[in-house]
């Protein structure tokens, strides 16, 4: 299959996904949303140096005079898939959401494992490899969870005192 094909069917497959699991009812649809974008700007945050430093590199990507990173794979793909895991581990323990995070990342690092052997959509460089990407895809889904679940903590803290005074 040719690189473009395959972006193609990444990018529609994450767009139509992003509208199922974004909209979806368990949950607030807001934190959602909140998730997403905060799985982006750490994801931007990381990918970033990696790819100055030419650790990774996309060869195949949308408009590669304007970004060097593959934006469907930062900006769709991977927010959503942090989604899916918030989504997933919504009301657990925290032994279960460690635990769970591997479910994540480890089928993650292995697509982007194959990507890297079979396609030109992405390529390791300097001692980059899968064990490297999945300790980051894990960190930052863990990140983003303990993120949320602050936010969640301290607008309920705020909340009530907003509540108390109102009286």
């Given at each position: 299959?040719?690189?473009?094909?395959?972006?193609?069917?990444?990018?529609?497959?994450?767009?139509?996904?992003?509208?199922?699991?974004?909209?979806?009812?368990?949950?607030?649809?807001?934190?959602?949303?909140?998730?997403?974008?905060?799985?982006?700007?750490?994801?931007?945050?990381?990918?970033?140096?990696?790819?100055?430093?030419?650790?990774?590199?996309?060869?195949?990507?949308?408009?590669?005079?304007?970004?060097?990173?593959?934006?469907?794979?930062?900006?769709?793909?991977?927010?959503?898939?942090?989604?899916?895991?918030?989504?997933?581990?919504?009301?657990?323990?925290?032994?279960?959401?460690?635990?769970?995070?591997?479910?994540?990342?480890?089928?993650?690092?292995?697509?982007?494992?194959?990507?890297?052997?079979?396609?030109n959509l992405v390529e390791y460089h300097k001692g980059w490899n899968s064990y490297i990407t999945f300790a980051v895809?894990?960190?930052?889904?863990?990140?983003?969870?303990?993120?949320?679940?602050?936010?969640?903590?301290?607008?309920?803290?705020?909340?009530?005192?907003?509540?108390?005074?109102?009286?």
């Amino acid at each position: 299959m040719k690189d473009r094909t395959l972006l193609n069917l990444f990018t529609l497959a994450g767009v139509g996904g992003s509208l199922f699991f974004l909209l979806r009812r368990k949950g607030d649809t807001k934190d959602w949303f909140l998730i997403f974008f905060i799985k982006t700007l750490v994801s931007t945050m990381i990918d970033g140096p990696i790819i100055k430093r030419k650790y990774v590199k996309y060869p195949h990507r949308y408009f590669p005079k304007f970004f060097d990173s593959n934006i469907v794979f930062l900006y769709i793909l991977f927010p959503l898939s942090c989604v899916m895991y918030n989504q997933f581990t919504y009301k657990m323990q925290i032994v279960k959401t460690v635990l769970s995070v591997f479910l994540f990342s480890g089928p993650m690092t292995l697509m982007e494992s194959w990507l890297e052997k079979n396609t030109n959509l992405v390529e390791y460089h300097k001692g980059w490899n899968s064990y490297i990407t999945f300790a980051v895809l894990s960190f930052t889904f863990f990140l983003v969870n303990r993120t949320i679940k602050l936010i969640r903590f301290l607008d309920e803290k705020i909340g009530h005192t907003a509540d108390t005074k109102s009286e």
